[in-house]
């Protein structure tokens, strides 16, 4: 410990500088907590997650409120729309504006957000305000923030600065550098609860946006392991990723924003499969060209049939994994086209084995195989690819304590008495925090190894999928198979862990908090299973310990939910959950502000505002106290 005592001692040259840092790290300890802002289950709704991004899920709105109490609403809305959309609002400027108006107009509305920042950045440090200052224009912003406190003294110092930027063309540049100012400083830190993968077009655009956020941090879910696991060597994982991409006629993702070439498979399922209504993209309300939607069609065809067959090498390869009743390819009858299970038997619809060999069913053709080992390199190829999963890699976990919260996307497997569920694998048994703990290390294992395909870690991430204890699945088992070729309903049933009824038991919540290290006071915050707000079910459950803000972001979704998602806000007065209409475009959502953010439910208020000191960061920081007193008292003899 003296050495490292020593070694903090020499960052500070003098002991009145430890003084100083002490005196800062005490200052900050004793700020307002600052917001964060919760979201879950994306799926590739760039647009949405964009808009509810810029809008802070309202919290900007609140802040204008604050600063321009006596404000008309008409006045809020077009300074909200100027924040959101900065670069939007400027350019729809009239091109006849008069040059006196215009220069009016640039000089109250810089005016106006510069007070807004002042607002936004009072509980905050100076240099974490300049931090959220764009490099460019922070000298004169600050200059503006200090001088427009005192206008009347220098109006015309003021003036002129302004009237400057105008005449040089920067005022349209600083203004829309302001508004992403006062984005950033509204919102601290954002919590991404996991599935940004899947069902809608633009997930790559989502993972761009959350690469330049200022403050993230992301709990997998299991459309994003899917994609990790295809880069670490899975082939498993990668044809299912095609799959899903085709079965939502979402292959442009792949071939032309990846750059993976799946050319071989189209020209495979074209020559192999014909069309089936069974396999006709799902489109949420998009359209694709005729060609398109026939080539979705064929290649989910293919990917399923290659999938269902590398899916059970792996369950004969993992007995530990208990999954033989997935074998599906290996009970078929094939003079008949039935399959028998749960003494049953059901025939088989819309079922092409025409890459099938009877005596080996799940053996791939010469053809699949070379299709399936193409695939996977071009997919570990894709450098853009490479780099989104790196970063889901660096700011995702599995599970995250923060601030008090329990943060993950799925569930803790239980048993019915709420027991905690067990995986029992190489001689060992895994269940609640331990077993999370053993699911992230498999995880970054296999992602570190990513030329090593048929290894435990790199199942585990299939498993982590479709595993009955998985906390990114909790369910039985997955019926994809039966969903495609059984008409019979009943089977498509998947039997939900009984963590889904169990959650809402305030004394469940409390032991899984417990299990995690936290204090039995805070919040479980779920995603996963999307909130049917439209029959009467609500996102706070257990009394508030557990919050369920999956409320159906994708289109698909949106019949069942009735709404368009749920977000989650903390600050220092307490937790909020705002409730979203579905997201029809920029436009519509500008001329219907208020109507957006239907309801704000308030899950908890303080009787005391929360400062740093009472955060995950403050704990960090009053250990940096703690050894810098010491440094301190001791500075001469270190």
């Known amino acids: 410990m003296e050495k490292y005592y020593q070694l903090l001692k020499k960052n500070f040259n003098q002991k009145e500088s430890v003084l100083t840092e002490l005196i800062n790290l005490e200052a900050i300890s004793n700020l307002p907590k600052g917001t964060e802002h919760f ?118 110092y003021v003036d002129a600065i302004i009237l400057k930027l105008i005449e040089l063309e920067q005022i349209d540049d600083l203004i829309i550098s302001l508004c992403y100012s006062i984005q950033r400083l509204v919102v601290d830190h954002l919590h991404v609860v996991g599935d940004i993968y899947d069902r809608g077009p633009k997930p790559d655009e989502i993972m761009d946006k959350l690469m330049t956020h200022h403050s993230v941090d992301i709990q997998w879910g299991n459309h994003d392991i899917i994609w990790l696991a295809a880069m670490a060597g899975s082939p498993l994982a990668m044809i299912n990723v095609v799959r899903i991409c085709a079965r939502y006629g979402n292959l442009d993702i792949i071939e032309d924003r990846y750059g993976i070439n799946i050319r071989p498979l189209v020209d495979f399922a074209m020559a192999h499969y014909e069309p089936l209504p069974v396999f006709a993209p799902h489109l949420d309300g998009r359209d694709l060209p005729e060609i398109a939607k026939i080539q979705a069609n064929v290649v989910q065809q293919a990917a399923a049939m290659m999938q269902f067959k590398l899916e059970e090498q792996l369950i004969e390869r993992r007995p530990e994994f208990s999954m033989t009743h997935r074998k599906m390819l290996s009970i078929i009858d094939y003079q008949t086209l039935s399959i028998q299970f749960d003494n049953q038997c059901y025939s088989l619809e819309n079922f092409n084995p025409v890459t099938i060999q009877i005596t080996n069913p799940t053996e791939l053709t010469d053809d699949e195989q070379r299709i399936i080992n193409k695939l996977l390199t071009n997919f570990q190829q894709s450098d853009k690819l490479k780099k989104h ?15 008090g919260n329990l943060l993950f996307h799925g569930c803790i497997p239980l048993h019915s008495n709420g027991d905690l569920k067990a995986l029992h694998i190489e001689g060992l048994t895994y269940f609640g925090k331990d077993l999370l703990d053993y699911y992230e290390r498999q995880v970054r294992y296999a992602y570190q190894h990513p030329d090593v395909n048929t290894d435990l870690a790199t199942d585990l991430l299939w498993y982590l999928w479709v595993g009955e204890t998985s906390s990114l699945f909790g369910k039985m088992s997955m019926t994809t198979f039966e969903r495609y070729f059984i008409s019979d309903k009943k089977t498509h049933n998947e039997i ?20 995690f290290g936290l204090s039995p006071n805070g919040h479980i915050i779920n995603g996963h299973t999307p909130v049917k707000e439209k029959k009467g079910e609500s996102p706070i459950k257990a009394g508030g310990k557990m919050l369920v803000i999956d409320g159906g972001y994708a289109k698909g979704y949106q019949k069942t939910t009735g709404v368009a998602g749920y977000t989650l806000l903390s600050n220092s007065y307490g937790i909020q959950i705002a409730t979203h209409m579905p997201f029809s475009g920029i436009e519509q959502a500008l001329t219907n502000q208020e109507q957006q953010l239907s309801i704000r439910r308030l899950v908890e208020k303080v009787s005391e505002r929360k400062t740093v000191k009472h955060t995950t960061i403050g704990q960090k920081i009053q250990q940096e106290i703690d050894d810098l007193t010491y440094v301190y008292h001791h500075y001469e003899q270190l």
């Open 39 to 156: 979201v879950s289950d994306i799926h590739g709704e760039f647009h949405s997650f964009d808009h509810v991004l810029r809008t802070g899920s309202g919290s900007i709105r609140e802040k204008v409120l604050e600063a321009f109490p006596h404000a008309e609403t008409s006045e809020i809305n077009s300074l909200c729309e100027l924040i959101y959309y900065p670069e939007l609002i400027i350019s729809q400027l009239p091109s006849d504006f008069p040059l006196e108006k215009k220069n009016n107009w640039y000089i109250s509305n810089l005016l106006t957000l510069l007070t807004i920042v002042r607002i936004s950045g009072q509980k905050y440090t100076r240099s974490k305000v300049r931090k959220s200052l764009s490099p460019q224009f922070s000298y004169i912003i600050e200059e503006l923030l200090t001088e427009t406190n005192n206008l009347e003294q220098k109006q015309a």
């Open 389 to 403: 999963m790196d970063f889901l890699m660096a700011k995702g976990s599995m599970y995250l304590c923060y601030n």
């Open 496 to 515: 939900k862990n009984p963590y889904y009824e169990l959650r809402n038991d305030e004394t469940i919540c409390e032991r899984l908090l417990v299990e």
